[in-house]
């Protein structure tokens, strides 16, 4: 599965950074049940 989020936010010389980021994630099936308890389905 794949998230795509995009943020602005300042650096640490107080300019606005904008921010495009892409993460690939896939769940290892035996987590699941873990996973599942603690954050839900979505």
Known sequence: R???ETMDTPS???LIVHLDVSI???LNPTKAPDVYR???IN
Do not use: C
Request: net charge negative; charged share 25%.
């Open 2 to 4: 794949e998230v795509k």
């Open 12 to 14: 640490s010389e107080g």
């Open 24 to 26: 690939l994630f896939h």
């Open 38 to 40: 603690s954050v839900g």
